[in-house]
């Protein structure tokens, strides 16, 4: 069990715009920000989108973040084949010390 | 080229140990802190431990605390995991990951990760 919560699943056709949401409590989300990653298959995670909703330099603008008191969400807008992945927020928790991830979320393209 | 690359996994009986290495070039190694997260097959990600720039500060998860020891040799560019009384639980992936601190912010985040070394506990 996570400690952030994901739905397991999302989907949608290219061109679409769908949301991934992140849900956490006081001690993670509700007083830090809130990062993504992305996991291609068999690949190693890479980082989507830092401190909310800001984009690394190279990831498209398709990609944004938000946080709204203890949830986050990842919108992906004009989805695309090549964004079939498996996305996960995270955030440092002030009462365990330590970074908590959410489950992940599997993005399939129909 | 900015890299982090990962080795020592391998297959390892119950109860037994396996220290992780994880090899950083392209940057200043010391001026950041480190992270080992790691992924059960078919599972998420789970942050395992983290150590500060110094080593003064080293946190670690709770289903690792007392058996795992995060290091590192700033000489060498090198980033440790001591892992001990290995479970079956404990086989994954294993990736070392470099915490950023976001200018202007106290947040941080992973922005470089290596490929992953994979650990296996099993009789």
């Known amino acids: 069990q996570s400690v952030l919560t994901q739905p397991p699943s999302a989907s949608g056709t290219p061109g679409q715009r769908v949301t991934i949401s992140c849900s956490g409590s006081s001690s993670n989300i509700g007083s830090n920000t809130v990062n993504w990653y992305q996991q291609l298959p068999g690949t190693a995670p890479k980082l989507l989108i830092y401190v909310n909703n800001q984009r690394p330099s190279g990831v498209p603008d398709r990609f944004s973040g938000s946080k709204s008191g203890t949830s986050a969400s990842l919108a992906i807008s004009g989805l695309q084949s090549e964004d079939e992945a498996d996305y996960y927020c995270a955030a440092w928790d002030d009462s365990l010390n330590g970074w908590v991830f959410g489950g992940g979320t599997k993005m399939t393209v129909l | 080229e900015v890299q982090v690359v990962e080795s020592g996994g391998g297959l390892v009986k119950p109860g037994g140990s396996l220290r992780l290495s994880c090899a950083a070039s392209g940057f200043t190694f010391s001026s950041y802190s480190m992270d080992w997260v790691r992924q059960a097959p078919g599972k998420g990600l789970e942050w395992v431990s983290s150590i500060s720039s110094g080593s003064r500060y080293m946190y670690y998860a709770d289903s690792v605390k007392g058996r795992f020891t995060i290091s590192r040799d700033n000489a060498k560019n090198s980033l440790y995991l001591q892992m001990n009384s290995l479970r079956a639980e404990d086989t994954a992936v294993y990736y070392c990951?470099?915490?950023?601190?976001?200018?202007?912010?106290?947040?941080?985040?992973?922005?470089?990760w290596g490929q992953g070394t994979m650990v296996t506990v099993s009789s």
């Open positions: 990951a470099r915490e950023v601190r976001v200018k202007g912010t106290r947040s941080d985040a992973f922005d470089i």
